[in-house]
Every structure is written in C-alpha cells, then in structure tokens.
C-alpha cells in the first residue's frame, strides 16, 4: 500500500536498454525508497512486473542471461557477439527473414513469451498489493490500451505483457482474438496513466529507447528524472559486456540523481581539498567558464569540469565509480602514456590516426565513430602534421568534432603538466 513516502514508478521502454532499469533498481534498494506502483512501456512493462514481484534476484538472472535468440527466433547466422547483424555472407538469412515478415506478419516472439512464462508469477503479483500498469496499442482498433492489473483478467497479466513488448517487427499479439503491439508506439514513457491514477510522487526511468515519448506533465507533483544518457547499445544488442555496462549505469546515475554522487559525465564526490588546489592552477572567472563545453559551464565545480574535459578527451572509461584524485591520477597517467609513446618522425602511426578521422569524416553524422583514438591523439597528431592555416584549420574542426577537446587541453596545460613534472 501507498504512503506519503512511496514513490510510483515509470519505466520507458527501449529493448536491450531494459537492463538499466534493473540497475537503477539496485540503487533503489540500497537508498531504500519505497515503491507502491509501477507502469512501464514494452520491455518497461516487463520489468515493471518484475518490480511488482518485488524480486530483484530473479530480475538480475533474466538480465545476466537474456540473448537476442530468447527473445525472438532468428537465423544463428545473423546473430554475431548478441546483436542482429548483417554482412555479406548471412546476407541470404535476410531473405529468410524477409519472407517470414510478409507471411507471418512479423518475426516470431515465442521465445519471448516463454520467458515471461517462466520469470513472471502473476499470482504472486496479484497478492503483492503493488499497482501494477502497461500500455499497448490495439491494432484493429487503432486505439492505445492503459490498462492496471486489477482490470486485466486473472490469468492473461502474460499476454499483456507479451502485447506491450511485441516490438513492431514482431508478430502481433493476440487477446481474446484482438491483436495488439508495442505499448511504446503510443506512449513509450506512460507517465500520465501513473500522474492519472493519483500518484503525486513520481520517479522516471527513462532509457531513450525508441518510439513515441510523451513530454511529461509534472505540475502538480514531485518528479524525479533518471535518464539514459549514454549511446551504448541498441534496441537488439544483447551484448553481454554492453548489458553489463548498461546495468552499472543505470545504478550509478540513480546514486547521482538522488545526490550520492557528483560528477557531470563521470561519477566521483568531489573532494574540497583537492578543488582548491585544482582552482589556484586553474583560475576563475566567466571568461575561463567560457572554454568549457556548454553543458558544463554552470556546473559548481569549475576543477571538477577541467578535470573531466581532460578524461573525455584521454579515452578514460566514463561507466566507473572513482574518487576524484583517482580521477587525476588516471588523467595524468594516460597523458604521460600518449605524449610519452608519440614519436614526431612515426609518420606510419600519424596517417593511420589521420585516415581514420578522414574516412570518418566522410561517414553521416550517426554512423562516425572516432573512438579507435580518443580526441587527444587527434589533436596530438595533427599539432605535429599541419602549420599555419592548415593547422587552425584542424583545430577548428576538432573542436567541433569534440566539444571537450579546448577544455582539456587548457587542464593538460595549467594542471597535468604542471603535476607531472
């Protein structure tokens, strides 16, 4: 039962991402906030019965042994390292998949049913006296369906279940021979059922999956907003080490919304001795705020932001907990390692570094990926190629590519060089 200080639960959907909701649970636990409620969207809408359970073990197991070929059934051909993969040789599998989708109306889910089979008790969710919701989308109808546990039948909690999450290249669901698909078509974050049904607090795990997200309406309540902001992963990659990243994820940025830990990108308690030692180096001011990217310059901690420019533009691992001299310390490691090992006259090693920015360059927007060198090698290699026009040129661009490259730079400059002698 609810009381003033349950929370109600929304968990968006977004296929292999689900996993971050489990972590954030396990933030949940050990900050014990009380639940009472819960409403999800597609694989939202599974762990949402997973949560109504009020089994997070059982969850952990799903989410540590979850594959693409459990969740629908697929050619072994086209799954390469857990995702769904195309590439020349298992391109006539496509073919297969192809007549499957015009025949049957979308690939088959069985295994996915099965799954829910076996991880969901819907007697033991019923007797929990948790407010359990999903949202899915009629198709015959053309009309979403929000629906709570106590109005859907004893004995179908699966099939709903099975109808939110049926992904649209999945085979439609069928109820009482009405067929149903993907909750998230509608409403990939049903927060207004949740605000609907009388809950005033309110925690959002939103895992930027795709589909149709609704801008929540928080007047009126207390709203927390735990959010995804990583790029890893897709929908279909069921990847163990992304799964596993994506779950400490989910934690730490739980430990961060409620305050636990700071940070911008990376996770760290800020450290007041260390801070002014860091600020005599660096300095203050709104024109030194100005050398940060954007999305940093109001943060409270202008060392804490150098610092982390610095990180994002050495490669460091963003997806771990440190201290924040932890932090330095690995900043100043790494520099010394990429400064020390470059060599002027490896022209072999520069032009492997500089094809690999061309051939990216070349890429559309979404499709570059830089991160076989991090940002600081970049601009290493092309300090050491061009001069003059050529080499503004380049540093113009690179700022562009990297919006944390000038501030880093300028840490490397007044911090680590100065630290490191």
Not at 65 to 79: A, G, Q, R
Not at 196 to 223: L, M, S, V
Not at 248 to 274: A, M, P, V, W
């Amino acid at each position: 039962m609810c009381n003033r200080e349950s929370y109600a639960l929304v968990l968006a959907g977004g296929g292999a991402k689900g996993v971050y909701q489990i972590g954030a649970w396990k933030a949940l636990r050990e900050l014990k906030i009380e639940l009472c409620a819960v409403a999800g969207a597609s694989v939202g809408a599974l762990n949402a019965a997973l949560f109504a359970q009020n089994d997070y073990k059982l969850a952990l197991d799903l989410w540590e042994n979850i594959t693409l070929d459990k969740v629908v059934n697929l050619p072994p051909e086209l799954i390469v390292d857990g995702r769904f993969h195309i590439r020349k040789f298992n391109f006539l599998h496509l073919r297969e998949i192809n007549r499957v989708l015009l025949k049957y109306g979308g690939l088959d889910s069985t295994p996915l049913k099965n799954m829910i089979e076996k991880y969901v008790d819907e007697k033991k969710i019923r007797q929990s006296g948790f407010d359990l919701g999903l949202v899915t989308v009629n198709v015959d109808r053309l009309k979403p369906v929000e629906i709570f546990l106590d109005d859907i039948p004893t004995g179908k909690l699966g099939d709903y279940l099975l109808a939110s999450a049926s992904f649209p290249s999945f085979r439609q669901t069928e109820i009482d021979g009405r067929k149903y698909t993907d909750g998230g078509v509608y409403d990939n974050i049903p927060y207004q059922m949740i605000k609907e049904r009388g809950y005033k607090k309110i925690i959002i795990i939103d895992i930027a999956g795709p589909g149709f997200n609704r801008k929540p309406d928080i007047e009126g309540t207390e709203t927390i907003y735990i959010k995804n902001g990583s790029d890893i992963g897709n929908v279909l990659n069921f990847n163990k080490d992304i799964l596993r990243n994506l779950l400490n994820l989910g934690y730490l940025d739980t430990l961060k919304t409620f305050g636990k830990i700071d940070g911008i990108k990376y996770y760290y308690k800020l450290n007041k001795k260390l801070e002014t030692r860091l600020d005599l180096l660096i300095g203050r001011g709104q024109e030194i705020r100005k050398i940060l990217p954007k999305y940093m310059r109001q943060y409270r901690s202008i060392s804490a932001a150098f610092l982390e420019c610095a990180a994002l533009i050495l490669g460091i691992d963003i997806g771990i907990e440190y201290s924040m001299n932890q932090l330095l310390d690995i900043v100043i490691k790494e520099y010394r390692l990429i400064a020390g090992n470059s060599n002027p006259e490896d022209h072999t090693h520069h032009l492997r570094i500089f094809r690999n920015m061309r051939k990216n360059m070349k890429q559309k927007y979404g499709k570059r990926d830089f991160l076989g060198y991090p940002p600081f090698e970049y601009h290493h290699v092309m300090t050491t190629m061009f001069n003059g026009k050529k080499h503004n040129t380049a540093e113009k661009t690179l700022n562009l590519l990297f919006p944390s490259l000038p501030g880093g730079l300028y840490f490397i400059e007044k911090v680590v060089k100065v630290v490191a002698k």
